[in-house]
């Protein structure tokens, strides 16, 4: 069975800081991967999508992912945060045959000032 | 432009009244989704159709039920068989993979609640 895990619920993180959010999922395939963030009472927005190719891809809002297949990961980065990163964002699975999303638990960025 | 618009926004549902969420798109996609999302639990898939007529259960779907006359629409109802109906639900629909826009997009909810 496909899952995706993301392990931390928070991160905090100080306004220009790095990010890093941590995505790990079990498929027997390489796997479409997806991260979405989503604003409070909203719906989710795609930031970006792993299909084949580059392992590294770059988003909208200066986010990238990497995907290493060796460890089943898809971790999100950002060089510098701003405020208006502040959101929950999750990372999303689908796998072969009909297109099925799953999507990890989520993950609530904080941003201090 | 091209979406998915979710309606209401917000949807308060007696004890044992059905509601209805509707869920249209103007994509083109074949493909509509509905999902659950509760705090701390992520996004949990109820219904899905493929096509126009044929839909299939998702992981969670006892108490829910949908119907796909038009490729346009997905409603959802949620039935007084759902025990615990509050939550915020999403609809998506996705473009086959052969396209090269492949992937989902999502409305902007409904937050139903049970008064």
């Known amino acids: 069975a496909q ?16 990010l890093e959010l941590r995505c790990n999922y079990s498929y027997g395939a390489t796997p479409y991967l997806f991260w979405y963030v989503q604003s409070p009472g909203q719906g989710l927005q795609l930031l970006l999508k792993y299909f084949s190719g580059d392992t590294l891809v770059q988003g909208i809002k200066g986010f990238e992912a990497e995907f290493k297949r060796s460890q089943s990961s898809f971790n999100l980065r ?10 929950e964002y999750f990372c999303a699975l689908a796998g072969t045959g ?16 | ?11 308060f549902r007696k004890e044992g009244q059905n509601v209805t969420l509707s869920c249209e798109q103007n994509l083109n996609h074949d493909a509509m989704y509905w999902y659950r ?8 898939l109820i219904y899905y159709s ?3 007529n044929d839909f299939q259960k998702g992981d969670i779907a006892e108490g829910y039920s949908v119907s796909r006359e038009k490729k346009e629409s997905f409603p959802l109802t949620v039935t007084s068989a759902q025990k615990n ?11 086959p993979r052969d396209r090269g826009e492949y992937g989902y997009t999502f409305g902007s909810g409904t937050r139903l609640t049970v008064v």
């Open chain 1, 3 to 18: 899952s995706v895990t993301q392990p931390d619920i928070h991160i905090t993180v100080s306004e220009g800081a790095s």
């Open chain 1, 78 to 87: 950002k060089p510098s945060v701003h405020w208006s990163d502040a959101a």
């Open chain 1, 98 to 113: 009909f297109q099925k999303l799953v999507f990890g638990t989520g993950t609530r960025l904080l941003v201090s000032p």
């Open chain 2, 1 to 11: 432009d091209g979406g998915i618009t979710q309606s209401p926004k917000y949807l």
């Open chain 2, 37 to 44: 999302q509760d705090p701390g639990q992520g996004l949990r």
């Open chain 2, 50 to 52: 493929q096509i126009v």
């Open chain 2, 85 to 95: 109906p509050t939550a915020f639900y999403l609809c998506a629909s996705s473009a």
